[in-house]
């Protein structure tokens, strides 16, 4: 065998935290990314959004 348990078990771990890591990071960056849409629209289509929102909710 080429590592010990010690050492398969230390790279699980490693493993294991660095997806997590990774996933953490990645809602983060798609959280902020949807942040950024909805803070960079003019205040027109804000208006538009809004107002098709409210009429497909009357709607149903």
């Given amino acids: ?3 010990g ?3 398969l078990g230390n790279l ?3 493993l294991g935290s660095a997806l997590r890591g ?3 990071g990645m809602k983060d960056l798609d959280k902020g990314l949807k ?3 909805n ?5 027109a289509l804000n208006a538009k959004n809004t107002a098709s ?3 497909a909710n009357s709607q149903k």
């Fill in 53 to 55: 929102k409210q009429t």
């Fill in 1 to 3: 065998m080429l590592f």
């Fill in 35 to 37: 942040d950024d849409e």
């Fill in 22 to 24: 990774f996933k953490d």
């Fill in 12 to 14: 699980g771990s490693d």
């Fill in 5 to 7: 348990t010690k050492k």
């Fill in 39 to 43: 803070n960079n629209l003019t205040p």
